[in-house]
């Protein structure tokens, strides 16, 4: 059973960077699609990016440009490079990998953008 551990969060400006690593233990990324999440109080978790064990990556629109997702199979890690942060990114980010059907989650890392 894979484990996933979310570093990085903290807080932020706005217009900001963070990066946010994601170790996996217990298994590996390897061959599997992994992705990252958010939700912020009071709304619903959303999709912020994904990659595919090919390495082919997509973004919801609101972090295209600002986002970039990326893989380390050899580390076991997965990355998310945050740019030009905003106050509506606050949120707490978790990780994920897909396999055989079922999702396996992290437990998150807070993002505060905040002036």
């Known amino acids: 059973q894979v484990q996933l551990v979310e570093s990085g969060g903290g807080l932020v400006q706005p217009g900001g960077s963070l990066r946010l690593s994601c170790a996996a233990s217990?298994?590996?990324?390897?061959?599997?699609?992994a992705g990252w999440y958010r939700q912020a109080p009071g709304k619903e978790r959303e999709p912020v990016a994904s990659?595919?064990?090919?390495?082919?990556?997509y973004y919801a629109d609101s972090m295209k440009g600002r986002f970039t997702i990326s893989r380390d199979d050899a580390k076991n890690t997965v990355y998310l490079q945050m740019n030009s942060l905003k106050i509506e990114d606050t949120a707490v980010y978790s990780c994920?990998?897909?396999?055989?059907?079922?999702?396996?989650w992290g437990r998150g890392t807070q993002v505060t953008v905040s002036s």
């Open positions: 994920s990998r897909v396999s055989g059907g079922v999702t396996s």
């Open positions: 217990g298994s590996s990324f390897r061959s599997y699609v």
């Open positions: 990659i595919t064990n090919f390495g082919a990556a």
